[in-house]
């Protein structure tokens, strides 16, 4: 599972908020929806998240095992 709390750590410690990044950023609040239950987004999202916010993709998410994941 891609977990997304790394993403609102991030946030905070920016000068961006959720306001910023639907306003100023273009960011759908649907997509921020998205992070804030782990849901599936795009890696073009997780490019502009970073370009935004000047960090690595790491600090907006992280691979956590689980057994919810679909068999491969």
């Known amino acids: 599972m891609i977990d997304y709390s790394p993403f609102w750590e991030t946030l905070a410690k920016s000068d961006e908020n959720w306001y910023t990044l639907t306003k100023d950023h ?8 998205r992070l804030k239950h782990n849901k599936d ?13 000047n960090c690595n993709v790491t600090d907006i998410a992280r691979y956590v095992p689980s057994d919810k994941d679909q068999p491969l």
């Open 26 to 33: 273009k960011i759908a609040s649907s997509t921020l929806s």
């Open 41 to 53: 987004v795009s890696m073009k999202t997780v490019n502009d998240l970073c370009r935004i916010l």
